[in-house]
């Protein structure tokens, strides 16, 4: 069994900047495709940035939501078995909360933006003030 959790959401003002953590446990994280949803009042939970896992000889690969493109980077630290979710310039229409997903499918590609997953973590919220 895997298990997802999330940590570092809260409240800043429009403009500001948070970091998202997740810590898969269970298997090796390594070799697992990992990313990022979100979900908002009153809407479906969508995709926002995914991650490769560190086998592949061409080197991880990224993928965004292009309304986050240019604003979020999404990394990983096999060492501390670690993601991030890097975000900067925030909007209200960021608001939501953000869950980590990890063993996503198909293969992580830049342009894709969706995925499905076999893992989820509680999500953790995340307020951005206008």
């Known amino acids: 069994q895997v298990h997802v959790v999330e940590s570092g959401g809260g409240l800043v003002q429009a403009g500001g900047s948070l970091r998202l953590s997740c810590v898969p446990s269970g298997r090796t994280f390594s070799g697992y495709n990992m990313g990022w949803f979100r979900q908002a009042p009153g809407k479906e939970r969508e995709f926002v940035a995914a991650i490769g896992w560190s086998g592949l000889r061409s080197g991880l690969r990224t993928s965004y939501a292009d309304y986050v493109k240019g604003r979020f980077t999404i990394s990983r630290d096999n060492a501390k078995n670690t993601v991030y979710l890097q975000m900067n310039s925030l909007k209200p229409e960021d608001t939501a909360i953000y869950y980590c997903?990890?063993?996503?499918?198909?293969?992580?590609?830049?342009?894709?933006?969706?995925?499905?997953?076999?893992?989820w973590g509680q999500g953790t919220q995340v307020t951005i003030a206008s």
């Open positions: 997903a990890a063993d996503l499918a198909p293969a992580v590609v830049p342009g894709r933006s969706t995925y499905s997953a076999d893992y």
